[in-house]
Structures are given as structure tokens and as C-alpha cells.
């Protein structure tokens, strides 16, 4: 049996995206965006009947959804603890469990006083899948995600000539995405002198090589392939599935090689189970917590070779008219850190034909990926159908 | 202690990783070697993922390293590195098979490139924690 095409998105809701400031509680902001994701799908909250909850921001478990939403039979619930990889997990529970016949329509809600609450440096302190770290790199000062992930810029670079300005291509080419939007925090063009001049925050990352603290909250459902049929929306399919995790997981210090991720281990079960390759991809929706991230992850998803990835994303390649429009939204870089659960809404938008300004003509086929933690990787890959 | 001093992490040893602490605070870097098979494993854990085995020796690192990625810190996400700003974390590959990380002493990162030897020493930072650093080798 295969999950490919036994589940489709059938709904999709995003709040207001503030890079601080919100007043609003993490469940405030999940209900708001989950009750969006619902009436889109022409649903009613009482149809839920299955939860993941991708990031437990704030403490928020599904008995939050069942109380405030009034879920009379929750048949399912999950956690997808990957940390940025969670969103894309969680569809890959969500599609197994409607193919399992254990539910019909699951709500994936996230949700996140990023800017306003805890910041970067203190929250992931408090993880779990950073205890290893913790105990053994902090003491040294290596205390947050852009320290943990530099070492592996620096050395893609030292080993395949990349450059500062090569990941300046992806900063700017993210903005001028965002500001296409209508809800993004950055609405700014930038230039790549501009990611040049910014600061340096972890050596060879500078300011603009790093993602947003964000408030806001993004929500999908997820419902069997055959009920998406009678539902509201044009029907988007998840044709492929998988989740990928790196040796090494919990230290990216001790990984044989520390310019593969996880998802280079997922990505080729995806594209098989969809039976598509790179290639046939129209649009990509790819976690950008940094930008080397970003560069990393297209050599590991086969769009090039490993060591190609600079080359790849130069002179605009990322935009829309590019030879692969990436982040059309804006992404963590320029629109919102929602843990890239605005990257799998705004891949369904694509596949819609809904994504206004940063449409991709005739969008049929595309993918969002998830990085999370030290390196897990997830992609889905959706069809319109 | 008041909360304008903040204090470096300070880690909380368990059970496998007890005599890794113990070593550094007496100037030793002790890694975990595998009872059964010999595999040299870090960071410390219970289990020789190699052979299964629980058994675990503790053997002193030579002292060796070179150079497999760094990065330079110069954004303070935890205040109490504030001071030390810029400061240089190299990743080292060692000859026993793992890789350590540890700040840079006496150089800056414009000499480093992958495989540069280095040699570890020690250093207490201030705060009674004794920590491996890493020199140039001559
Ligand atoms: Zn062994």
C-alpha cells in the first residue's frame, strides 16, 4: 500500500503575521488560524476529527482544540516534534492516518508568540533534541540555531567555493517574494549589497542570512483524497511523503558529513513515491530558517549536485520567471516564522491558483520541505487533482 | 548572584557522560571507548551503537586535532558570552575517530582552514568550569 494520493489539503488559514507585538496567546493565535483552515475547506469545526499538533508552542495539546472547537469524536491525535521538519511531519501523519480509514479530517494548527514570547536563545534551550548540545556545546558559547548551522555554511564553502553573496541571491529573492504577499513582515526590497553590509551575526551568516521571530499562526486540514472531492476548494493532492533524519542527529559536530541533511535521505523516497522527479516540479516551497539552509537543501532534494548549489540560485533563479520559483510567499526569511507551516499554505495557494501577485503560471506539481532541530529534513509533494 | 552577572551554561553531567567532567576539570580530555569492540564514541552515551554493547572504558585523547569547521560568534544570544565577543568555535576532527568543538585561543579565524593541525588545551572560564580550547599547532 502507499500513502501517495490517499489524502489531499483541503483547507488552509494563516492570521495576520506581526514581527512582535501581538498580545495574543500561541492557542489564541492557533484557533484563529484552525477556524480559518476550517471554513476554507467548507468545513465545520464539529467534522475535526483528527489532530497533529507539529510544535506544542506555548503548551497547546489537541485536548485545547477539542474544548475550544467543540470536537465531539477526536478519533486521532499525534504530536510531530521535529522542530521546523513538524509541519511537513505532520502531513505525512495526517495523510497516513485518513488512509488508515482511522479519520476523516485532521486539523494540523500552529502557532507562535516567536517575537513577543521567549526568544530564539532561550527557547530552544529547553528542547529535548537539544539536550546533547546542551550539555556539551553551550559551555563553549555556542548557544543558539545560527551557531549550531554556520560551521556547516563554512565548510560548504571552504570545500565547494560557495559564497556569501550566492546566499545573498536567496535573501533577496525571498524579499521581493514577501513583498508580493500582502502579509508579510518584511515589505522592504533589499539588494545584495544590502545582505553584504548587514552585520555578522555567526560567521559566515549575517543578519539577513537569518530567519524571522514572528507572532501569528498558519492551519491546514488534511482530509481522505475521496471526502476532498465534495469539499469547497479546487482538490490538492499529496502525491509523496517522507521524512529523512541525519546521522548524527543529535550534534551536528560529530556528522560524518556535515553537509548532508536528512532530507537528503527523505527526498528520493518522495520523488519515487510520486512517481515525478526534480524536474516536474513547478514551484518549491523550501524551510528557510537561513539561507545556506535553503542552498543546502536544493542539492539534497537533486534539483543539482552537491557542491552545485551556489551556482544554482544565481542571477535570480529563485524567482518567479526563474528556472525554480522558491518561496513565493516570502518564506521564514521575509514573511513569517511559522515554522514553515506557512510554506505548505502557501504551496496549496500554488496549486489553487490562488497565490495572487507571486502566482506560478500553470502550477500543477510542487513540493515544501521542513528542516528542523539539528538537520531532520520532511518534504510532501502535491499535484493538483 | 543577581540577574545583571549572568552565568555561562553550566552542564548538568548524567551517569555516562560523569567522567568526561571529572577529566576536564583535572585537565584531561576523556573519551568513551566501546569495552567490547573498541570503537572511540563522543558525545558520551550509553550504548556502542556499533556493537550493542553497554561496556565502556575511558581512554585520554592525545592532544591532536585538525581543523574540520568553525564559525566566528558575534551576536550575543546568551548574555553572559557578551563579553567574550567575537569569539571563535572550531570543530576538530581528532585522530581517535571524533570531533571535538572548542574555542579558538591565540589565533583568529583568518588562519583557519579545513585539516590545519591544533593542539587542545585547557582553559577555566572563569566561572569554575574547566573547558578544552584549541591552539595553533606550531
Ligand atoms: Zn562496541
Known sequence: MTLSGKGAVTGIGETAYRGGGDPRSALVLQLEASLAAIADAGLAPRDIDGIVVPMGTGGVVAEDFVTNLGIPDLRFSTVTPLGGAGSVAALQCAVAAVAGGICAHVLIPLGRTGRTGQRIGTRIQQMPQFRTVGEFEAPHGAIAPAQYYAPMARRHMELFGTTSRQLAEIAVTTRAHAILNGNATMTQPITIEDHQASRMIADPLRLLDCSLESDGGAAVVVSAAERARDLRQPRVLVTGMAEGHPDSPSAITQRPDMTRLGLAKAAPRAFAMAGVTPADIDVAEIYDCFTYIVLCQLEDLGFCAKGEGGAFVEGGALGLGGRLPVNTHGGLLSQAHMAGMNHVVELVRQLRGQAGAAQVPDAELGLVTGYGDLGDGTIAIMARG | MTDSMPRK????????????????????????????????????????DSCHSFAVDWVEASGEAAVHSWTVAHHPFHPAFRPDLPYTLVTADLPEGVRLLAQLRGAGPEALRIGLPLRIGFEENGEGLTLPVFRLRD
Open chain 2, 9 to 48: 551554561p553550566v552542564p548538568e553531567p548524567s551517569a555516562d557522560s560523569r567522567p568526561h567532567w571529572e577529566g576536564l576539570a583535572a585537565g584531561r580530555l576523556l573519551l568513551q571507548r566501546c569495552g567490547a569492540c573498541g570503537r572511540v564514541r563522543h558525545y558520551p552515551r550509553p550504548l556502542c
